[in-house]
């Protein structure tokens, strides 16, 4: 009885040793494997130096609605990805959004010009025929010609902080930060 079973045992350790592990194959063990070219977006500015990193992020953890710049220290940041020229929110395995292009209604004083704001939601909605791509890391938007250059505004309001852009060289709106916005794929 002994002998059959260690016979047994020696047995199945051959023939898990004769099964193919392949070692150095891509496996899935993180998310950009999931999502190819998925990135954390922080956001970079002279007025914000040497205090916690600020990212891409819907203005309420996890709702949809309204992009802002948001601080994460503890917790990471969400996923952005560029398809077919559209930037998309990675949620999880079973959920992805769309991050819109907006018309908004107040023109930029003194210029006059129309500010367009980033919101997130479950299907397509705004500016269809806009296109966000990556210059280097920087994250730009372009429509028919017109760039944003890669700048954006993030403003605080009282019923939350919006994420902005112009497609022309404008001043910072009153009350809104200057950011220029930075693919990243390291690890947190």
Not at 64 to 68: D, E, F
């Given at each position: 009885m002994f002998i059959s079973a260690l016979c047994f045992l020696l047995f199945w350790m051959n023939l898990v040793q004769a099964m193919p592990a392949w070692m150095g194959a891509p496996g899935q063990v993180s998310i950009g494997s999931l999502v190819p070219g998925a990135a954390y977006i922080e956001a970079k500015s002279a007025h914000r130096t040497g205090d916690v990193a600020r990212h891409l992020?819907?203005?309420i953890p996890g709702n949809?609605?309204?992009?802002?710049i948001v601080p994460f220290s503890r917790i990471s940041p969400p996923l952005f990805y560029i398809n077919r020229n559209q930037l998309w929110q990675f949620?999880?395995?079973s959920a992805i959004f769309h991050v819109n292009v907006v018309n908004t209604t107040e023109p930029h004083y003194p210029t006059g010009e129309i500010p367009l704001q980033l919101m997130l939601d479950t299907?397509?909605?705004g500016i269809a025929n806009g296109n966000f791509r990556w210059r280097g890391t920087m994250l730009h938007y372009d429509l028919g010609g017109?760039?944003?250059g890669g700048v954006y505004y993030h403003c605080p309001t009282p019923e939350g902080a919006k994420l902005l852009l112009f497609l022309k060289g404008v001043p910072t709106p009153q009350g809104c930060f200057f950011f220029t916005l930075h693919g990243t794929s390291q690890d947190y």
């Open positions: 992020a819907p203005s949809l609605g309204n992009l802002s949620q999880n395995q299907q397509r909605k017109r760039t944003n």
